[in-house]
């Protein structure tokens, strides 16, 4: 089976590669709508976040690595679609998708059917975990087994990957997504009101798993809620990691409860290989050192953790036998336009 196109498609940004291309193209999974009509879309309705008028509303058609609203997923594919491709497309392309682990069938047919009504002549469901490994630089064809561990905006993973296979997984929807509005709740009970786009700065410049990072202090500009006044406040390490350790507490649950249905030689692999931490939420500083003192499993942060998935789709683009044996088989799983 050839593949055209890799894509990746997370609760908070959309990832697209095409053979040829240096760098995949990512865009914001985000679209800002007034009634029926898609306003804006992709970065550029990042950017509005928390800046729309009155009337417009913020929409991610991919909720929980679930389809959520199908036309403005289909819109945003399509329009991806357009840019690696160029318009118009002279034909349709075979797209490879990376698969959560969390989704039920019904869920995958979603998915399909987004891709397939972008303009795809056929989809190839992947599951995340093989692309993450694959774009993380492991051999996923290696009989030993390693465990990757997907934390990404609104699915985590922990997934068993062996053979080409994944022999065992563990998922929950639910990711670092959440933690931007527990921030924002959490000050909001503080009688100060933050936007998402400033939650995420004080996640990513404070945030921590385990340890401290040296900036216990951050200063940000939001609204009193009392004088309905912009005002500076400084907003403590303390404050983000209380909203964020919910998130690498349930993800140490999700592995423990893995690891004791384990075969005893894969068992034995993951005690010499370990375990990759891969998805948006592995560049949470301390979160390889945390999950390693709680599982007793040596830890690693893949290279740019958010781009494993999209690297590994990239990988397949010329290897069409090892895509035919990794996906998923059968329909309505791999669909074709008719």
């Known amino acids: 089976m050839r593949m055209d196109l890799g894509l990746d498609l997370g609760s908070y940004s959309a990832r697209m590669v095409v053979s040829g291309a240096s760098v995949p193209l ?32 913020p929409v991610r058609p991919v909720v929980h690595g679930s389809v959520e609203d199908m036309a403005v997923c289909v819109e945003l594919i399509r329009s991806m679609m357009a840019r690696v491709m160029g318009s118009p497309m002279t034909r ?26 972008s303009g795809a002549e056929k989809v190839a469901l992947v599951p995340s975990a093989l692309c993450a490994a694959l774009g993380a630089g492991w051999d996923i064809a290696s009989p030993e087994g390693i465990m990757v561990v997907e934390l990404g905006d609104g699915v985590m993973a922990a997934s068993v990957v062996a053979g080409g296979m994944v022999s065992a997984q563990l998922s929950l929807p639910l990711g670092m997504g959440e933690v931007d509005g527990a921030i924002q709740r ?17 996640k990513q410049t404070l945030g921590a798993a385990f340890g401290g990072r040296g900036t216990v202090k951050q ?21 983000v990691n209380a909203a964020i ?16 249905g384990l075969s005893g030689e894969l068992s034995a692999d993951l005690a010499q290989n370990g375990m990759l931490l891969t998805g948006g939420g592995a560049a949470l500083f301390g979160i390889e050192k945390l999950m390693a003192n709680e599982t007793g499993l040596n830890c ?12 590994g789709l990239e990988a397949l683009l010329g290897k069409p036998e090892l895509l035919e044996r990794i996906a998923i088989p059968g329909r309505p799983l791999v669909g074709e336009k008719r």
């Open 26 to 57: 990512v865009e914001a999974n985000l679209a800002m709508v007034r009634g029926d009509r898609i306003c804006v879309l992709g970065e550029a309705a990042g950017l509005a976040l928390g800046r729309t008028p009155q009337g417009m509303r």
């Open 92 to 117: 349709r392309p075979v797209v490879g998708a990376a698969l959560p682990g969390c989704l039920r069938d019904a869920e995958k047919r979603a998915l399909t059917t987004a891709i397939l009504e």
């Open 186 to 202: 959490a000050l909001r009970a503080e009688g100060f009101e933050i936007g998402p786009r400033t939650a995420e700065d004080l």
């Open 219 to 239: 200063p940000v500009i939001g609204l009193d809620r009392k004088t309905g006044f912009p005002v500076s406040r400084e907003v403590s390490a303390e404050c």
């Open 245 to 260: 350790a919910p998130i690498p507490q349930r993800l140490i649950r999700l592995v423990n409860e893995l690891l004791p």
């Open 300 to 311: 690693q942060v893949a290279s740019d953790p958010a781009g494993c998935a999209i690297r």
